[in-house]
């Protein structure tokens, strides 16, 4: 059986980013290397950045009369979204978390693009929905990690390095 295709054209795949999640809830950044990385990818069919920008916006007399718009602030964030999968470790952590609040919810989050760089950092996992659907449908499941402060990007050169034991 032939492999996936990594691209169509010239057109990258989806199925070439990895998102990982740290089961052992971990909440802080110098716990990358004990962190227990669990990949988010069986059941899951749809992933959504969005920046949530802040911004200011403002008009003044050089304008004549049109204004413009500062981004002030972020919070960059995923919805992910598919199919619930029972028995996936990275499905079955973030569904343990459904009815909880505060700290419980934040844990590190790691999302790689397909030329091998990434970002990673501490996130709440919001807006949880680990079933729900038709009756005779698969049951959904989706789930918002948002990133607490700017995540750290590493660069697909420099997680090579990391890859292959070199320190940055």
Do not use: C
Not at 138 to 153: C, I, R
Request: aromatic fraction near 8%; glycine fraction near 10%.
């Amino acid at each position: 059986m032939a492999e996936a295709p990594e691209k169509i054209g010239s057109f990258i795949l989806n199925h070439k980013v990895k998102m990982e999640i740290d089961t052992a809830g971990n909440k802080d950044m110098s716990a990358l290397a004990s962190a227990k990385w669990a990949r988010l990818a069986a059941g899951i069919n749809n992933v959504t950045p969005a920046e949530n920008d802040t911004t200011t916006n403002d008009e003044y007399y050089d304008g004549e009369g049109f204004g413009t718009s500062d981004v002030t602030s972020k919070r960059y964030q995923f919805t992910i979204a598919g199919h619930r999968l029972n028995g996936d470790p990275a499905q079955d952590y973030i569904a343990s978390k459904q009815l909880e609040i505060g700290d419980s919810l934040k844990t590190l989050f790691k999302f790689t693009y397909p030329d091998g760089s990434y970002i990673v950092g501490v996130v709440t996992l919001t807006n949880i929905q680990a079933t729900g659907g038709a009756p005779g449908a698969k049951q959904t499941f989706s789930v918002v990690p948002v990133f607490n402060g700017k995540p750290k990007y590493v660069s697909a050169e420099d997680a090579k390095k990391e890859q292959s034991g070199s320190t940055l």
